[in-house]
């Protein structure tokens, strides 16, 4: 007991020449969160169970998984029109920036882990058509006015088109969610929009993939990362998976840098966001959880870091909004 | 900086922490004070933080976005009871607390607040109460939930309310909705919920019944507004206004009171009118 309010007021007089606060009682209750949190942690660091992070509460790790699962479960009906009213409709730009960056050919294989409602794979199948229609619309334009030479050297329309037709059947995504329910809501989806050929729903752990070695030219996890448990497990699956000349890419939340941006954002975040989940999915906890989770993720560099351990190579980050999501992206040599 | 002070503000801070989210502080304190709500440290099986179970603290701005939420939701989808009980909650502070002091000044109502009665179907012996004449409260009350279909144990629990003895007020509120429309002989279609909530409105003051009494009526077709203005809404309004306190009543000792009987002590005349209960797909159309 006494080693443990040492250690707390060690912590309290190191964050408090930290803080820039000038409230005194707001600086004690906000000193005293962090520290307590990992005086909790030096207590059951020695246990036998370890323990980690869900939202702002510590839990044995065991548990966090269950506690996601149940947290999915709950939101999956309303996931795709909370995303919406609580983002103000961003995510779709993030969603499109990510496959911007992309930029899949068509023939590419997609891994969508924690895909649950298929947003990317969606978007990606969307992209590779319109490459393909658009490859398609410059022959046709260059076959407008050819020379004699070109109209007998391209004369093979026939197994052109049977090419570019066995490229689209290559153009696959998987889809892979450990959660059941959003994987209905995705196909779903799919099936209202008439998407079928090319996309496939797999259930799978991301610390734990149900694939072979080198299966797929893109890895993708989008705003899924910071619910897996073991975020090092995760990175090296996808290693596993990739094939070599692979690419990682992760959406996710991140730390806002400008301060001001920093202060909204949160105010937000804390008041906003679980009222909208209450009234809209009538579920505050889940909400709640989901933005503390995204306080919990490391930071753009830290996750560099890791990335880049796991043994990706060319690790880069493009901040979205600020700094509200981050783009990363590794390649596999 | 002495560390027993440390220590001594953070327990402080720990026992306060539910206060300092209802009051005005900085948005960054709000933000702290939810980390606290969702400390491992309080108790070894906190299957819930906050004053009671299923307490969610907020500050008065999430107060104010929950009741302009939840009225728009109540508003397109009036089955969406969990947003109508939000409603009720994050508006009715000074309704419950004058409510509170009313049943405190009831000696009946007294024993309600210190023994803390839930009607739940666990606790209501309902064989017994089938055994029960005709006439008797608790036979009338059976003979309603099976002409409704409806059960006691469909209330949403009180979240958003930030005392716990208020709390408790709010749930039996809640609990006692479906007595009072036995007491008033009133039906779970729309005009019958329209004019219970009519009573409610004049006896507990609560905004949310305020709404739901002066929007209901916009939902009724022409032929069933009729009664509702010219005998029932009156009739409701003035024994909202007479009758004894609704809430003061331990109800779960009086099911072989007649309910004639029960009527005269509340001060509540008998309906004008009997409103057939019809089943719920019927009243969708009305």
Same mark, same amino acid.
């Given at each position: 007991?006494?080693?443990?309010?040492?250690?707390?007021?060690?912590?309290?007089?190191?964050?408090?020449?930290?803080?820039?606060?000038?409230?005194?009682?707001?600086?004690?209750?906000?000193?005293?969160?962090?520290?307590?949190?990992?005086? *909790?942690?030096?207590?059951?660091?020695?246990? $036998?169970?370890?323990?980690?992070?869900?939202?702002?509460?510590?839990?044995?790790?065991?548990?966090?998984?269950?506690?996601?699962?149940?947290?999915?479960?709950?939101?999956?009906?309303?996931?795709?029109?909370?995303?919406?009213?609580?983002?103000?409709?961003?995510?779709?730009?993030?969603?499109?920036?990510?496959?911007?960056?992309?930029?899949?050919?068509?023939?590419?294989?997609?891994?969508?882990?924690?895909?649950?409602?298929?947003?990317?794979?969606?978007?990606?199948?969307?992209?590779?058509?319109?490459?393909?229609?658009?490859?398609?619309?410059?022959?046709?334009?260059?076959?407008?006015?050819?020379?004699?030479?070109?109209?007998? $050297?391209?004369?093979?329309?026939?197994?052109?088109?049977?090419? =570019?037709?066995?490229?689209?059947?290559?153009?696959?995504?998987?889809?892979?969610?450990?959660?059941?329910? =959003?994987?209905?809501?995705?196909?779903?989806?799919?099936?209202?929009?008439?998407?079928?050929?090319?996309?496939?729903?797999?259930?799978? &752990?991301?610390?734990?993939?149900?694939?072979?070695?080198?299966? /797929?030219?893109?890895?993708?996890?989008?705003?899924?990362?910071?619910?897996?448990?073991?975020? &090092?497990?995760?990175?090296?699956?996808?290693?596993?998976?990739?094939?070599?000349?692979?690419?990682?890419? *992760?959406?996710?939340?991140?730390?806002?840098?400008?301060?001001?941006?920093?202060?909204?954002?949160?105010?937000?975040?804390?008041? =906003?966001?679980?009222?909208?989940?209450?009234?809209?999915?009538?579920?505050?906890?889940?909400?709640?959880?989901?933005?503390?989770?995204?306080?919990? /993720?490391?930071?753009?560099?830290?996750?560099?870091? =890791?990335?880049?351990?796991?043994?990706?190579?060319?690790?880069?980050?493009?901040?979205?909004?600020?700094?509200?999501?981050?783009?990363?992206?590794? /390649?596999?040599? | 900086?002495?560390?027993?002070?440390?220590?001594?503000?953070?327990? @402080?801070?720990?026992?306060?922490?539910? #206060?300092?989210?209802?009051? #005005?502080?900085?948005?960054?304190?709000?933000?702290?004070?939810?980390?606290?709500?969702? @400390?491992?440290?309080?108790?070894?099986?906190?299957?819930?933080?906050?004053?009671?179970?299923?307490?969610?603290?907020?500050? !008065?701005?999430?107060?104010?976005?929950?009741?302009?939420?939840?009225?728009?939701?109540?508003?397109?989808?009036?089955?969406?009871?969990?947003?109508?009980?939000?409603?009720?909650?994050?508006?009715?502070?000074?309704?419950?607390?004058?409510?509170?002091? #009313?049943?405190?000044?009831?000696?009946?109502?007294?024993?309600?607040?210190?023994?803390?009665?839930?009607?739940?179907?666990?606790?209501?012996?309902?064989?017994?109460?089938?055994?029960? !004449?005709?006439?008797?409260?608790?036979?009338?009350?059976?003979?309603?939930?099976?002409?409704?279909?409806?059960? !006691?144990?469909?209330?949403?629990?009180?979240?958003?309310?930030?005392?716990?003895?208020?709390?408790?007020?709010?749930?039996?509120?809640?609990?006692?909705?479906?007595?009072?429309?036995?007491?008033?002989?009133?039906?779970?279609?729309?005009?019958?919920?329209?004019?219970?909530?009519?009573?409610?409105?004049?006896?507990?003051?609560?905004?949310?019944?305020?709404?739901?009494?002066?929007?209901?009526?916009?939902?009724?077709?022409?032929?069933?507004?009729? !009664?509702?203005?010219?005998?029932?809404?009156?009739?409701?309004?003035?024994?909202? @206004?007479?009758?004894?306190?609704?809430?003061?009543?331990?109800?779960?000792?009086?099911?072989?009171?007649?309910?004639?009987?029960?009527?005269?002590?509340?001060?509540?005349?008998?309906?004008?009118?009997?409103?057939?209960?019809?089943?719920?797909?019927?009243?969708?159309?009305?």
């Amino acid at each position: 007991m006494a080693a443990s309010i040492r250690l707390l007021a060690r912590r309290i007089v190191r964050d408090a020449s930290r803080n820039i606060n000038s409230s005194v009682s707001g600086r004690i209750v906000r000193s005293s969160c962090p520290s307590n949190l990992s005086a *909790c942690r030096c207590f059951s660091d020695g246990a $036998t169970d370890k323990s980690t992070h869900f939202g702002f509460e510590t839990v044995p790790e065991g548990e966090k998984a269950e506690r996601v699962y149940k947290v999915f479960e709950s939101v999956a009906q309303k996931y795709d029109v909370m995303n919406d009213a609580m983002s103000l409709g961003v995510h779709r730009l993030w969603k499109d920036m990510l496959l911007h960056v992309m930029n899949p050919q068509p023939g590419m294989r997609l891994l969508d882990v924690a895909g649950g409602t298929g947003d990317i794979s969606f978007r990606f199948l969307d992209y590779v058509r319109s490459q393909q229609e658009r490859v398609a619309r410059r022959t046709a334009r260059a076959n407008q006015t050819p020379s004699w030479q070109e109209i007998s $050297t391209s004369y093979t329309p026939p197994t052109e088109g049977i090419e =570019m037709e066995t490229e689209a059947r290559e153009s696959r995504a998987v889809v892979c969610d450990i959660n059941k329910e =959003m994987l209905k809501v995705g196909k779903q989806k799919a099936e209202s929009m008439g998407v079928s050929s090319g996309l496939s729903w797999v259930v799978g &752990d991301a610390e734990e993939l149900p694939f072979d070695d080198d299966q /797929f030219d893109v890895y993708t996890i989008a705003f899924g990362i910071r619910n897996v448990t073991h975020i &090092d497990l995760a990175l090296q699956e996808a290693v596993r998976v990739l094939k070599p000349g692979g690419r990682f890419m *992760c959406l996710e939340f991140s730390k806002v840098t400008n301060p001001l941006l920093s202060r909204l954002y949160d105010a937000y975040s804390f008041q =906003m966001i679980p009222v909208l989940g209450e009234v809209i999915a009538g579920d505050w906890k889940s909400y709640q959880y989901l933005v503390e989770s995204i306080r919990k /993720f490391p930071d753009q560099e830290t996750f560099k870091r =890791m990335i880049e351990e796991a043994g990706f190579f060319s690790v880069r980050y493009h901040n979205l909004t600020g700094g509200v999501v981050a783009l990363h992206s590794g /390649f596999k040599l | 900086m002495s560390q027993p002070t440390h220590t001594s503000q953070m327990l @402080r801070s720990l026992l306060v922490s539910s #206060r300092r989210c209802t009051g #005005r502080g900085l948005f960054m304190d709000e933000a702290a004070c939810v980390r606290q709500q969702h @400390r491992g440290l309080d108790s070894a099986d906190s299957h819930y933080d906050g004053l009671y179970p299923g307490h969610i603290p907020t500050n !008065p701005i999430q107060k104010a976005l929950l009741a302009v939420g939840s009225g728009v939701a109540a508003l397109q989808d009036p089955y969406r009871h969990d947003m109508v009980a939000v409603l009720g909650e994050t508006t009715g502070h000074l309704a419950l607390m004058t409510l509170r002091d #009313r049943m405190r000044g009831d000696p009946e109502g007294y024993t309600i607040l210190t023994e803390r009665p839930r009607i739940r179907l666990s606790t209501l012996d309902l064989s017994k109460m089938a055994s029960l !004449p005709d006439g008797s409260f608790g036979r009338e009350y059976l003979r309603f939930l099976e002409d409704n279909r409806v059960t !006691p144990d469909s209330r949403v629990n009180v979240k958003f309310v930030d005392n716990e003895e208020l709390a408790y007020v709010m749930q039996r509120y809640r609990e006692v909705h479906d007595l009072l429309h036995t007491l008033l002989g009133m039906p779970t279609n729309m005009l019958g919920e329209v004019a219970v909530k009519w009573f409610e409105a004049a006896q507990t003051g609560l905004p949310m019944c305020i709404l739901g009494a002066a929007l209901g009526p916009l939902r009724l077709s022409t032929s069933r507004l009729e !009664p509702l203005v010219t005998s029932l809404g009156p009739w409701a309004v003035r024994n909202g @206004r007479q009758a004894r306190c609704v809430l003061s009543i331990f109800y779960e000792r009086r099911w072989e009171q007649s309910l004639e009987n029960l009527r005269e002590e509340l001060n509540i005349e008998p309906p004008p009118l009997t409103i057939r209960a019809t089943s719920q797909k019927a009243t969708l159309d009305s």
